[in-house]
């Protein structure tokens, strides 16, 4: 194919226009469509067991660049356009980047698909299709405020399929019509599908921020990525939307199982569902019911689903775990309700520990529980997470079903987190290893071997550099504000939450503050870098990101301070603008509480773009450190061990914030929440409420590991002046990072879970 003659015949097509004489816009469009049916008209990978994935977010990023890759084609678009004196980056601009997900369940989600097409597997997403995304996060006066993100454009990487299916909700029908979106491999010529459910008839955007009638269930099925769910309506709707997505889903599966010509008694031969958290849950009770509608007996349905579905857990967090109440399910799919009783029935009859009940007193549904029963694997997504599962959180499970459990330990596509997003340390990395990491990311330890080379330590620590003033140019350019390239980029990029704990970063800010203010000049100018949404309801999160955006304000307009010590918020942090900082990034916060994070997975996209983790042994953090080896890493805080007896009633043990604020250190930072200086700013109700949660209750314990946080961060701080030593650092967590390939995980999830 000659890529010019083929943009050009659209751009005629399109515009009646020579691709020179396209804006970047018309560009875009061009090279969207002549992309999308490049990898539409590929065939799906052989096979006769296919892989469904199931989950409510898909957290995509924008796809040009990625699918140029997967196409093999990136770099003759690239001269294409050079040829023009035209810019392929500037083009990539013009793209919207969808909204359909939150975090890193969502990210991950996206990896997966990008890594199951590669390695040549036949595996398809199955999810919605949210029109106005999760919200754009916008600031005013310091606080988050939420809009819709309407991101769907006219031309877009949406397929349609002409598929339709009839969802039965209690007292109406609705269809799901279906919209795909195309998964090229890279490395071969075939590609997977994401499919995404929509209505037919969706609701225009909300006039009024993200307020919307939840009742009017039909419109605004697929508006929203998580409704609020402070009332009623709103919990309803998120079960109405589950349900349509797995019904939807469960159809497509069946249908197409019948038009590969196997029968319903074989599904389990030739179908494996992951079911990405419990969102997607109800997936097995309505299998259960379309399989016995399609003839079989309960215990044969049973059977057949039972040995089709595997089941993830991506946190132990309590409000996390999903709990319906059964009257819920009456009101949005009565059909299941029977279903779910009788297998309750059966795990009571089989095991008297009510417990492990799937039904509770309260008949509140607890989905996590009929996913182990009725699926054959349960896995967890780091080593300590699913230890942890194990020893605890699902013990009694564990004790029940110990083959079922197992660990897949999270990973990244180097594909977009290094080769796209860094193409500078991309190119060095080649210079000095080859380009064989690429399909083998292992062989990024064959870095090592340059520990000692002064040259490319220097080029390394130039690769870094240059990131930093681009990043630098991109969000002068975005946002206006403009940093320091010389001074250290420390990154703290995920939800808000307070088991993330970036409060805790905040404290830190506030000992730098007063040290400068006292004449205390660090040995390095620091720049404090955050990106984080919160919940539209949660409120302590909000007060969280209003103490961050008071923090920049006050600094930003104190000249003593300023040179010294910078904070930036950035506003609506995306998956694009990940992809800007990442490469950028010199520290790399992971700091929560330990056995909060299941796993995390920025920890592994800013180890690979050579950051050194700043962090507490949780999640994934604790494999990073163990192939860093200590002194790639400052790793600090109390142990997972200690932090779950702390929050035992029993010995007296339990964890009382006080008696860590009323120390000499810990006092003044907290207390700086009701400082003149920053009340003068900010909300004094919002800033009160905050301090008082902190010394009074502090549930996800910032201040149990504030003091030696501080102390390890003003630790890097200073050997961040060693450039030397620094760039050893850098270069062993990049040759340590191919571990954290998500070709391994998948790789690993289809020799002992999907067996494709
Ligand atoms: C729960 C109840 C009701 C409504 C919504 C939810 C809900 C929504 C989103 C619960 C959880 C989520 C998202 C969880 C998430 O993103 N977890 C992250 O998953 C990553 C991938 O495994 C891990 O790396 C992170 O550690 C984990 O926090």
Redo the contacts with the bound molecule.
Sequence with gaps: MDLKEYLGQITQERFTLAPEQCDDRQLYVALLALTRRLAEERPAPEGDRKLYYFS??FLMGKLLDNNLLALGIREQAREVLAGMGRDLNAVEEREPEPSLG?????R?AACFLDSIAALGLRGDGVGLNYHYGLFRQKFVDCKQHEVPDPWMEAESWLIPTGKTFTVPFGGFDLTAKLWDVAIPGAYNDRANRLHLFDVEEPAGAPENGIDFDKTDIVHHMTSFL?PD?GDEAGRLL?VYQQYFMVSAGAQLILQELEERGYGFRELADHVAIQIN?T?PSMVIPELIRLLTVRGLTMDEAIEQVRRTCAYTN??ILA??L?KWPLTFIERVAPQLVLIIRELDRRVREACPDPTVAILDGQNLVHMAHMDIHYGYSVNG?AALHTEILKKSELKAFYDLYPDKFNNKT?GITLRRWLEACNPELTALIDECIGSDWRQNPGKLVGLLDFIDNDRVLEHLLAVKHSAKERFCRELKDAQGVALDPDSIFDVQIK?LHEYKRQQMNALYVIHKYLDIRAGRIPSHPLTVIFGAKAAPAYVMAKHIIHLILCLQALIENDPAVRPWLRVMMLENYNVTWAERLIPAADISEQISLASK?????GNMKLMANGAVTLGTMD?ANVEIAELVGPDNIYAFGTDSDRVIRLYDDRGGQRYRARDYYHTLRVEPLVDFLLSPELLDIGDPKSLAALWRDMKGKDWFMALLDVEEYIAVKDLAVRQYSDRKSWARKMLVNIAKSGYFSSDRTIRQYNEDIWRL
Excluded: K, P, Q
Excluded at 102 to 106: A, V
Excluded at 597 to 601: F, I
């Design positions: 409510a977010e939150n975090g890193g369940l969502g991950l998580y769910d998120r958290d969102h991506h946190t409000e996390a999903e997504v999270n939800r994070e299941a796993s995390g997975t999640g």
